[in-house]
């Protein structure tokens, strides 16, 4: 299988061809992959290139990776916390400013109280509908935020996930 590493120019965030190219020729070097496997490699890096918007052309949600793009997998994340809400309205809230009256124009904030620790997001406005739909409370100023990082919010869930149920779930039903 051919080894693809995308790395990106760090000031405009666009994909760097001749960068690219390096390092995939230096995984061939250090790595001993055939010819064949870099072929493959370099011929990928060309399609994806292609999709790519030009540098300064428009809206870098668009960049793709060659399945879905930066706006795909936001609207993706946003559903998902809208559905982990919905499973869970108890220890779930949302509203249109932060704990301390400000708000950013065009979003909203949505959390979770949960077990190993609060998770919040910011949502776009377009999806306050959906958030009324998953029977969370509506707060006038949202729950203080306790300073957590993207990191951390990725790590609280995680081990939520890996906590022991306290009661059976009931068994997914095919029919």
Known sequence: MPILIMTTEPETGYSEPSLMHYTVRKLHDELHITQAELASAQSRIAELEAKQPEAGSGDKGEISDGYHTFNELYDHRCTLFLALMKAHPTISWFSTKH?????????????????????????????????????????????????????????????????????????????
Request: proline letters at 9%; one cysteine or more.
């Open 99 to 175: 704990d301390d009256g400000s708000k950013w124009d065009g979003w909203f904030i949505a959390g979770i109280k949960a077990p190993t620790g609060d998770v919040t997001y910011h949502l776009p406005a377009r999806m306050w509908s959906l958030a009324c739909e998953t029977g969370a409370a509506v707060l006038e100023r949202g729950i203080r935020w306790d300073g957590h990082t993207p990191v951390q919010v990725v790590e609280r869930i995680q081990a939520w996930v890996s906590l022991k149920p306290t009661e059976p779930s009931p068994a997914p039903n095919n029919s």
